[in-house]
């Protein structure tokens, strides 16, 4: 007998990243000298103290069941967190903490939408925004940033997005995977547009604390009563405390919609972890933090520098300077219609399975945030690696050719450094 499977999981599609990922680690199973350049977490070791309240916290026996919506000593440091840094004024009630900022989003999106309500996402976007709009039963509308406006899409270009069915917009600043910042009088319009037009803002500000060249992080709900009711904060510390292991995410949002997503939490997954909720106390309220979080922040500038100088000067290659985060978005169209040996390169994914196949180096194609003619490198890896990558792929940008033609071998091991 064949039972109908789950349309709405059916639907769901693969990520094109997949592929290139299991590829890579078979290579480097096999014993090839693989630089990924995919990695969407940092590559630093959790700080020791946050390791320690770790223990200390299994030394106590705090083992226990945590209430659905998480710890109210967290959500009390969440609280003073949100007011110290984003001058945004909770309640822990207000408050729900969850199993990684993802599914914070996902809850968020549940709690909002019924079927068929439309969420505005800038694109290039994150790969799960599209696929966790569909799961909660709404329709993704995406909206291209381009790479002369920094990828930042404002108010006058999501103004035309706007229907009556319009239920929320979904930005994240800094931005994955571009690096893009929405500066304050661009927040500023659309927080108007908003309130405006009546539609909610999930705002995604897990990357807030990496951010360079001066610029600010600004939240969208720290613009006034009206935004701040109609605005989901999402954050966590899975990037800036470099705690991607320990899933604790978090939202802040008006309290009916806070109590819908802790209801939710507590039939699909009850409380997260106990005992990583007492280490993000710590994580939160330590004086260490700070200098913490500020020396991988410095290591992470040095590296995007580097790899973005290297990109641009490439025959070819046009990479914007990221102001946040730890990616950057490689703009190859200008190597389309190119070919190695008889393969063309038509598509973000030809090119980084060819670069992979060729180069040993993996790259994540634009395809997967929803933005051809690119691919995202990630700089959350070592200098070392940073270097020997941008080597291989200079070699494989410049054996690419106007016509096909044979290979006399692919790119061989010993000259990709």
Sequence with gaps: MSLELSRVCSAISPSPTLAIDARAKEMAA???????????????????????AAHEALDMGL????????????????CDKLLCDNALSYSPSQIVVSNGAKFSIYAALCALL?????VIIPTPCWVSY?????????????????????????????APYVTEKTKALLINTPGNPTGAVWKREQLREIAKLAVARGFYVIADEIYEKLIYDGEQHVSIASFGEEIYDQTIVVNGVSKAYAMTGWRIGYAAAPLPIARIMSSLQSQVASGSNAIAQYACVEALTSFKGVTQVENMRQQYDRRRK???????????????????????????TDLFGKYYGYVQVNDSMTFAELL?????????PGSAFCSEGFCRLSYATSMENIQRGLVRIAAFVDALSDEPQELIANLPQDQHE
């Design 306 to 332: 580097m790899m973005v100088s290297r990109l641009n000067a490439m025959h070819g290659v046009h990479c914007n300077m990221p102001k946040g985060a730890f990616y950057a978005m490689m703009d190859i």
């Design 114 to 118: 019924n079927p068929g309500d439309e």
């Design 356 to 364: 992979l196949e060729n180069a040993d180096v993996a790259v994540v």
């Design 30 to 52: 096999s014993g090839r000298d693989v630089v990924s350049f995919c990695a969407g977490e940092p590559d630093f070791v959790t700080p020791q103290y946050i390791r320690t």
């Design 63 to 78: 083992t226990k069941y945590t209430p659905a919506a998480g710890t109210l000593q967290l959500r009390q440091a969440i």
């Design 130 to 158: 599209p696929e966790m709009v569909r799961l909660a039963g709404g329709v993704p509308v995406l909206v291209q940033g381009t790479r002369d406006k920094n990828y930042v899409t404002e108010a006058r270009d999501l």
